[in-house]
């Protein structure tokens, strides 16, 4: 059980233009779902914490506009990163908890590479 | 700003031997730790947590230990093993930052046959 997945696992784009990854719980109910940033061999950074049917909360200095964060379901976020440029790429790791449960674990997605061109 | 760090940024052990990871962390708010292995290309992945009120936890040939005192935080493998080699992280909550987790720096361990 737990199980978070992410799609696509990885992804190459021309600057300029937008992806969208998405992070899907396939067997709970996430009723928050947070996105990570991880640049090689660094640590996880905290993008963003969505409740379900809210807007999402950005960390400081991530920029809501370039990457916008929808959470329309309790099995589904998505991250879009618009206009990406080169310095976008990154791995892209979602987490998501089951809050209804009471259960406080963040159970984590394999992950999305982004490389922009 | 508080942060999660470590001291080793990498650690080279023999097969079969025990390996202990360590992590000072600085915000005396949090209450509940968790350590992660992160294996390449991959997210991460659970190992074992540890709340405020204790000092020790054990799991299957994983143990951590909380030392609040010194605000320090260890993950012993025993009998550590090649699948063992990835990159671990530990990761911290503030009791009121809603769930949110802060994450150290990572320790990659290479565990040589």
């Known amino acids: 059980g737990a199980v978070v997945s992410q799609h696509p696992s990885w992804v190459i784009c021309k600057s300029g233009t937008s992806v969208k990854i998405e992070c899907r719980s396939l067997?709970?109910?996430?009723?928050?779902m947070f996105w990570y940033r991880q640049f090689p061999k660094q640590s996880l950074m905290l993008m963003a914490t969505?409740?379900?049917?809210?807007?999402?909360?950005?960390e400081q200095g991530v920029e809501k506009d370039k990457f916008l964060i929808n959470h329309a379901s309790l099995t589904l976020s998505t991250l879009t990163v618009t206009s990406a440029h080169p310095e976008d790429s990154s791995f892209y790791i979602c987490?998501?908890?089951?809050?209804?449960?009471?259960?406080?674990?963040?159970?984590f997605g394999p992950g999305t590479r982004l490389t922009v061109l | 700003g508080e942060s999660v760090g470590l001291h080793l940024p990498t650690l080279s052990v023999q097969e079969g031997d025990n390996s202990i990871i360590n992590c000072a962390y600085s915000n005396s708010a949090s209450d509940y730790f968790i350590w992660y292995k992160q294996e390449s290309g991959k997210g991460p992945q659970f190992i074992i947590d540890i709340r405020s009120n204790m000092d020790k936890r054990q799991g299957q040939r994983v143990t951590v230990l909380l030392n609040k005192t010194v605000k320090h935080l260890s993950l012993q493998i025993a009998a550590t093993q090649p699948g063992d080699s990835a990159v671990y992280f530990c990761?911290?909550?503030?009791?009121?930052?809603?769930?949110?987790?802060?994450f150290g720096g990572g320790t990659r361990l290479m565990v040589k046959p």
């Open positions: 969505s409740n379900e049917g809210s807007k999402a909360t950005y």
């Open positions: 987490s998501a908890r089951d809050g209804l449960a009471g259960d406080n674990e963040q159970f």
């Open positions: 067997d709970f109910q996430a009723t928050t």
């Open positions: 990761a911290e909550r503030k009791g009121n930052a809603g769930n949110m987790l802060t």
